[in-house]
């Protein structure tokens, strides 16, 4: 079967760096995503990746390793408004997303 | 805003009644999607449209029955409903695969269902 794991919840403290990390296991693999969705709100995109390495943008970067069915969002300087949950989907060779249950973070101050 | 919008945003139902699930784009996208999220699990595709036409329905029960009357509206129509689901419903859309790397899919805000 398909199946992608992410921890369910993590703290951090603000001003800090987190790591959050993402394993898969799915049929084909055209690319990973990362979305962000705040409490009540529409989860919003962050970024895709499809070959390894690792993409920067802002204070988020987003890493891949397709050998190892493994992913990870790093967030640095981390700010109150991180507080939300990140969920991590992979396209499978159907272009189907596949969606881990998602990574509750919340930042202390 | 995100571009995609939904309407209700919460919506309370008993199990025998018939309520209908808005969603509206105008950003030019050629597919949507209808999503069901429950509290600590993965989100669910219910159903998928490209270009108006159904191309996927995710085993999902009869008493969920989308409409797509054209490429900027999705309803979900709803009738005898059970407690179980209750949950947050997603709209998403997208333009195209070629697309998915820059832009992803855009979600709606969702509506959040409770069935008594």
């Known amino acids: 079967g398909q199946n992608i794991d992410q921890p369910t919840e993590m703290t951090a403290t603000e001003g800090a760096i987190v790591q959050i990390n993402c394993t898969y296991q799915t049929s084909g693999f055209n690319g990973l995503f990362w979305y962000q969705q705040h409490a009540g709100e529409a989860p919003t995109f962050l970024s895709y990746?499809?070959l390894d390495g690792l993409e920067e943008k802002g204070r988020f970067s987003s890493f891949l390793s397709r050998s190892k069915g493994y992913s990870y969002l790093l967030l640095k300087e981390l700010q109150m408004k991180d507080s939300a949950s990140y969920l991590c989907?992979?396209?499978?060779?159907?272009?189907?997303?596949?969606w881990g249950a998602g990574t509750k973070l919340i930042i202390k101050p | 805003e995100t571009g995609v919008t939904q309407t209700p945003r919460h919506l309370v139902m008993g199990m025998t009644n018939k309520k209908s699930l808005k969603c509206e784009q105008h950003l030019g996208h050629n597919a949507m999607y209808w999503y069901k999220q429950s509290a600590k699990k993965p989100l669910e595709l219910m159903f998928v449209?490209?270009?108006?036409?159904?191309?996927e329905n995710n085993s999902v029960p009869s008493r969920f029955s989308p409409e797509c009357p054209n490429s900027s509206h999705l309803f979900l129509h709803l009738h005898t409903l059970q407690p179980e689901d209750s949950a947050l419903y997603l709209c998403?859309?997208?333009?195209?695969?070629?697309?998915?790397?820059?832009?992803?899919?855009?979600f709606g805000s969702g509506t959040r269902l409770t069935v008594v």
């Open positions: 989907a992979v396209m499978d060779s159907n272009y189907q997303l596949i």
């Open positions: 998403a859309s997208s333009q195209d695969i070629e697309n998915l790397a820059n832009y992803g899919y855009t």
């Open positions: 990746n499809v």
């Open positions: 449209y490209n270009f108006k036409e159904q191309t």
